[in-house]
């Protein structure tokens, strides 16, 4: 070991071996070359010459007297000298923090003055390792562990840690207790010492004692603020509290020791339209703003809580809101005198503020004076608190056609005039918000506001608005369909007697004759205009509907080649299938036709091409809640879109669209029944259809069926069928199959039928029909009529074939007064009307066939027989 001397002003070092003198080795190496050197010339003396011996000794000599000069000079130095930077030695010497440096065996290569004092240390013999001094103390061995092994590791680290007693004491009563810091890195580089480890410890308690100070200083002054006989709320940049003291938590009932900063939100603590008026308090780029506010906070169990908020805003320098400072005054506590009139002062206050109605008071002149938190909610955008601070005029928030409704009514309000005509307004900024805005003259005036001349009370009427348009839509279109529906019924009884008249005069005629053509003429423009009779009935939501379970990926995949051959090759059809499509339930045909005529509407709109895309996708009822269409019911849904690129609607046309009749097509290239029928047969399914277009960009018809749900009826009958047919295949048994294509099968042999139809060209028609089949049939106009054939027949009668719109008695009257006297009597409905339309009116257990109008002669044989064989 070695000391070195201190420098001029501070302390040697306690232990310093980190510079090792290597002079020994090379003077003991010296002295060998010259003894190996005499003992050669001692002992090969004589084997020599002289001339050599002299030679040498001449080269040696001046090999000597070079190294002597060399050294003088400083070209050659015997000891080496030792490379230490002045400044980095007394820096590292004089550090306040002990200082040990180790080897990789914990021996001590290096301790400062420092460590010394630290550790109790005043000679370099006392000096120990950090890891012999701290490892036998509890308090500080994981932390000497931890530090160790990082080293090891090739890691630096850091540790703090608390002493019972100082390092320095040896006494275990004397000392207070004291807190260490250490710190550890290893060190690497050094010429021929390997892996070092530098410590640094260092006495904090002083710091730790001036951070308890600070700590229960701020916990002094938070629980000052918590316990504060007033609330105080901080707000961040987006309304999230970051803080609230206990006394505002205990106000509102909020759970103190659970609450976090960001997970409450200064919308959730303010009632009703409240907090329109916090957040028209904004402030100027870089400055702060204060406001009082008077209105109610919401307890947790959703009762309001009446305050007054001194509400500090701030605003960063580029405008964008910034943090908020809020004290909350309570204004539950009652009083007397002043507090009694200040208590009713912050009632109307309360009352004035969440109210469900906009006030604001006006000047003469129409300026704002005051307005309460519903009016800046429902005009925000258009008055703020800094415009009414500027004198901003009530009529810019109405439209620019009513404000000389508005200054006539502030002319009689200053007239003191009481009954005041309300204006129906919009929005200066939307045309779609309807209000009413009611004047109340203003009779006395106060000392705060002795310039008010009315008081303004606006109630939004959008919605009502809309249930009044969209009522008068409804009882139009009812009425439409009513009468499309009337319509369609008389046509029925016409084209069934033209029809049922026409396979009477084709019986007898043969294909040969003159007059046949024109007689299968006649039937085919029949049927023609039976066509335009279900599109009405379609309409009205009465035709005839056979609906079934299906799936819309495999009915619009399966339209694909027809709709490519209806929309032309100018025209591409895309199709977009849902994943995992649910089921729906409507009748196949008649959806199809919905299709089709969609699909041509959208061609004829691309007169010069373009794509028609066919969406579908399930739509959860809460996606359905959040489109909130009109009318529409909140369940689940199967959307079918169809959306083309053609010249769109325009919103005058878009009203009518549905209408039976109108069109926009040329003369005779359309009937303007199409989307009456697409609206009728989307309804009667129980969905819904809304158009959405714009002009030269394209429309939209969006589709929605209710998702079908197999109830457990549906469920059970699937199964027994499946059943049955599982057990027919096994036994190896075909159900026989009723043919109807040969008249033979239609005959009527001894069968009697009773034709009950008040239209006589039916009634007519249809005995004469079913008489040339074999048929023995009575007739009767009404339904009391068909009740007395019956009693002179004494029931001998096989089947009843009605109408169902008769007068006296209808239809399913008829069959309930039959079946008290002839329960088993077969009995089948005719009708231009949907068979769900009558059959609601009759027991759940009815059984009866139906045919729809206007049928032939073979529909009819074919029903009456089919009805007799079961």
Known sequence: ?????????????????????????????????????????????????????????????????????????????????????????????????????????????????????????????????????LSRHRESAEAVYRLTNAMRDGREGQEEFRMSQPLGETSEGGGSAHWYRLRGRPVTGVDGAGQLMAWQLSDISHERTEQEMVFKELQNAIN???????????????????????????????????????????????????????????????????????????????????????????????????????????????????????????????????????????DGQGKILRTNGPFLQMFNGLVTRDDMERGTLFETVLRAEDRKLFQQALVEAADKQGAIVPIDSCRADNEERHFRFYVNAVIEHTEEAPEETAIIYAVETTEQKALEAQMAQTQKMNAVGTLAGGIAHDFNNVLTAILLSADHLLMSLRPSDSSFADLIEIKRNANRAAVLVRQLLAFSRKQTMRPTVLSMTDVIGDLRMLVDRLTGTNVKLELEFGRDLWPVKTDLGQFEQVLINLAVNARDAMPEGGTITVRTRNVEAEEVERLNHRGMEVGEYVLIEIRDEGTGISPEVMQKIFEPFFTTKDVGKGTGLGLSMVYGIIKQSGGYIYPDSELGKGTTFRIYLPRHVEDEAEKAAAAAEAAATLEAARNGTVEPVKSTSGPEDLTGGSSVVLLVEDEEAVRRGGKRMLEARGYEVHEAGTGVEALEVLQELEGRVDIVVSDVVMPEMDGPTLLTELRKDYPDMKFIFVSGYAEDAFARNLPADAKFGFLAKPFSLKQLATAVREMLDE
């Open 224 to 362: 000052y603020l918590d316990h504060a006989p007033v609330g105080f709320f901080s707000a961040g940049r987006d309304g999230d509290i970051v803080y609230l003291n206990a006394t505002l938590a205990d106000w509102l009932g909020i759970d103190f020791t659970a609450f976090s900063p960001g997970k409450l939100m200064l919308r959730d603590l303010v009632a009703g339209s409240g907090m329109a008026l916090v957040e028209s308090v904004q402030a100027e780029p870089g400055l702060n703003r204060t406001a009082q506010l008077d209105l109610d906070l919401l307890k947790s169990n959703g009762q309001s809580f009446p305050v007054r908020l001194v509400h500090r805003v701030s605003a960063t320098r580029d405008g964008s809101p910034g943090e908020s400072r809020t004290i909350v005054i309570s204004r539950e506590d009652g009083g007397s005198g002043v507090q009694d009139a200040a208590r009713a002062e912050m009632r109307f206050t309360r009352f004035f503020n969440n109210t469900p109605m906009a006030i604001a008071s006006v």
């Open 1 to 133: 070991m070695t000391e070195t001397t201190p420098a001029a002003g501070h302390p040697a070092p306690l232990v310093d071996r980190s510079a090792k003198p290597r002079s020994v080795s090379r003077l003991i190496f010296l002295a060998l070359v010259m003894i190996g050197a005499s003992v050669v010339f001692f002992l090969f003396k004589d084997k020599l010459n002289n001339d050599v011996m002299l030679g040498i000794l001449g080269v040696l000599a001046v090999v000597g007297i070079f190294f002597l000069v060399s050294t003088v000079i400083g070209f050659v130095t015997i000891m080496p000298k030792t490379v230490t930077d002045p400044l980095a030695r007394a820096f590292i010497d004089t550090h306040p923090e002990g200082t040990l440096v180790t080897d990789n065996k914990d021996r001590v290569i290096y301790a400062n003055h420092a460590y010394g004092k630290l550790t109790g240390s005043s000679s370099a013999a006392d000096v120990q390792s950090i890891e012999a001094i």
